[in-house]
């Protein structure tokens, strides 16, 4: 499986972005499908995750203000980021994967390489 994030960017806090995650190689349709950050000198932190079936988990910074889906059709998954704060600057990655304990890198078999989102303030 090889993954490509895109959509990141900058915008000015309170601003939107949406990230995607398109897959290829074979189907993730029964992976779940996660998103990890990074900031600079910070450790790689849990942002979100989906479920196959599709069930949703968000890190508690950004319940409310993100949206994970995914589209089976297309291979995709998406993160929709609202109400953008300069502490979301960081590189978004996803990750693909079929094992337990999402919030975690060891949940993941696949990694996409990042995409930078910076929020100015």
């Known amino acids: 499986v090889q993954l490509q994030a895109s959509g990141g960017g900058l915008v000015q806090a309170g601003g939107s972005l949406r990230l995607s995650c398109a897959a290829s190689?074979?189907?993730?349709?029964?992976?779940?499908m996660g998103w990890f950050r990074q900031a600079p000198g910070k450790e790689h932190e849990f942002v979100s995750a989906?479920?196959?079936?599709?069930?949703?988990d968000y890190a508690d910074s950004m319940k409310g203000r993100f949206t994970i889906s995914r589209d089976n059709a297309k291979n995709t998954v998406y993160l929709q980021m609202n109400s953008l704060k300069p502490e979301d600057t960081a590189v978004y990655y996803c990750?693909?994967?079929?094992?337990?304990?999402?919030?975690?890198?060891?949940?993941?078999?696949?990694w996409g390489q990042g995409t930078q989102v910076t929020v100015s303030s």
């Open positions: 190689g074979r189907t993730v349709n029964n992976y779940a």
């Open positions: 990750a693909a994967g079929r094992n337990s304990n999402l919030r975690l890198d060891r949940g993941y078999d696949y």
């Open positions: 989906i479920t196959w079936s599709g069930g949703t």
